[in-house]
């Protein structure tokens, strides 16, 4: 059956404490590269992906908090040489379960995908090679070898059809160019407002909008859909006029989350001195600081915050909904400073990492971090492209071997302490505290947040320690926090409508 779920005892800490069994024979994946194709990467992450039907393609079925999703092999490849196989068996990084022995027996749909996109994580980024999916039935305990051709590579990047009200800019950075050593676009989407063709001296306030996780520049085609409740309140006769910029967020290590980093380079500073700049002049923006807002969800809401911190003086506001963590002593369930492991708390027990609205846990920290460990280079999770490995990359130091150094080791969870000092460079909450004197009187009225207080993540308890500091902060906090009884991640305090409106509010206030 195609429609197979994975075993819940598959992930029992019981299983894995038993004696070690007898080797099961051997399963392998013997993966070719079509002689078709016209690009040949030659190094890369190497994986093999086992679904539950072609569509999606297993590819696009990778989500640790869904038992439906993808079983994922994973190895490096260092040279693969013309006409070379590639064999991935159980030597092979492991998500959901730690040992290729333990898939159950079953019909599968596989497909391999050859990583090596540098600029981009995402599993179809632009030179990255993958197979058709393919039926397979598979066992372990009987073993038998799995032949995959690459046949397809992913296509360069191209931003889709503009429309009267969507469009797309691509600004050379000369920022992140010289920090990676080679040519970087920043990519950015654009929504513009209504009558903007007709009234040609009319200048705007400018909204720069943060999607969640790996939210892309296109998405901008998608809010402006004709049935979307976005365009009805965009485009509404008495709704607030501005330009809308919306920011990418494809980075090497997954999203950038549009800061200055060790390890990704200075996007704050290319977001703040080139592309805004850049996007002000060519769609007639009034380009002045009480002219730019910020809204953002989740990841989104947590760079809105951000920048207005990083860039005070640039930005007049910024609108954030369950903010990714804004004090590190939540860093969702984790102490950073005071905790001694990130996959177990101090109770002893597996550390949640996600949750449904009553409270029943999702996933584990370590349940994420193996699906993490699977996908990232070396088996690292630090360089998987997802979540934790987009924190640990925008929060972490650099290491010595030029990639990002792990806040935590990979198998055991260990913290490791020797970084802390630079993480707390983007606790948002104690980078306020350490400088509200300066810092207060600059934000004011800037700050409005939202979140629920049953969010899947935990976010919630960030927000409070945050809220604890503002409440007491001397000179006093001037802005807005608002929690959602029992409400989840996806709640929003405000209509598309309102959040409009308060942001032309304050450009009106300020602007006077």
């Known amino acids: 059956m195609l429609e197979r779920l994975w075993p819940a005892v598959l992930f029992s800490p019981l299983l894995f404490g038993c004696a070690e069994q007898a080797a099961p024979a051997a399963l392998r994946f013997e993966v070719a590269k079509a002689k078709r194709l016209t690009v040949k990467p030659s190094e890369g992450r190497l994986l093999i992906l086992i679904g539950h039907k072609k569509d999606p393609e297993p590819r696009f079925a990778i989500d640790a908090e869904d038992v439906k999703s993808s079983a994922v092999l994973g190895r490096d490849v260092k040279k693969w040489l013309a006409g070379a196989v590639i064999v991935v ?23 391999a995908v050859l990583q090596v996109n540098r600029d981009f994580s995402g599993i179809d980024a632009p030179g990255n090679l993958n197979s058709d999916p393919k039926e397979a039935a598979l066992d372990p305990a009987q073993g038998g070898v799995i032949p995959i051709e690459l046949t ?25 160019s010289e920090f990676r050593g080679r040519p970087v676009d920043l990519r950015a989407g654009v929504i513009l407002p209504r009558g903007f063709d007709h009234d040609k001296d009319r200048r705007y306030p400018l909204r720069v909008h943060i999607g969640g996780y790996g939210t892309r520049y296109s998405e901008v085609r998608d809010e402006m859909e004709e049935s979307s409740k976005f365009r009805k309140a965009w485009l509404a006769e008495d709704a607030p006029r501005m330009v ?34 850049y996007v002000e002049k ?10 730019r807002v910020l809204d953002g969800a ?55 990492a996600s949750r449904d609205v009553d409270g029943d846990v999702r996933t584990t920290v370590r349940h994420e971090c193996r699906l993490e460990r699977a996908m990232g280079l070396g088996g690292r999770w630090e360089l998987s492209g997802r979540d934790w490995c987009a924190w640990n990359a925008v929060f972490g130091p650099r290491g010595a071997d030029g990639l990002p150094k792990p806040l935590w080791d990979g198998a055991t969870g260990a913290i490791d302490a020797d970084v802390l000092d630079h993480w707390r460079k983007y606790d948002l909450r104690l980078r306020m505290e350490q400088d509200w004197v300066k810092l207060g009187p600059k934000l004011r009225g800037k700050l409005h947040i939202w979140v629920g207080e049953a969010d899947d993540y935990f976010l919630n308890n960030a927000v409070h320690l945050l809220d604890g500091f503002l409440s007491a902060a001397r ?20 209509t598309e409508r309102g959040l409009l409106d308060e942001m032309a509010a304050r450009v009106k206030t300020m602007g006077k």
């Open 89 to 111: 068996d159980a030597s092979a990084d492991t998500f959901p379960f730690e040992r290729q022995s333990q898939l159950p027996k079953g019909d599968y749909v596989v497909q």
């Open 152 to 176: 397809h590579e992913s296509a360069p990047e191209e931003a889709p059809d503009e429309t009267e009200y969507v469009k797309y800019v691509r600004v050379h950075s000369k920022l992140l």
């Open 244 to 277: 809308m910029l919306q920011l990418d967020g494809a980075g090497p290590y997954g999203d950038p989350y549009q800061v200055n980093s060790d390890n990704n380079g200075p996007y704050g500073d290319a977001v703040t001195r080139e592309l805004i700049p």
């Open 282 to 291: 060519k769609y007639r923006c009034i380009g002045e600081p009480y002219a």
């Open 298 to 352: 989740s990841t989104g809401g947590w760079v809105a915050l951000a920048l207005q911190v990083f860039y005070a003086d640039f930005f007049n506001g910024a609108w954030a909904h369950a903010p990714d963590p804004v004090d590190f002593r939540a860093f969702e369930l984790i102490n950073i400073y005071e905790d001694a492991n990130a996959y177990v708390n101090k109770h002893g027990f597996e550390r949640p």
């Open 475 to 494: 000179p006093p906090f001037v802005g807005k926090v608002t929690y959602g009884m029992g409400e989840n991640h996806f709640w929003r305090g405000l």
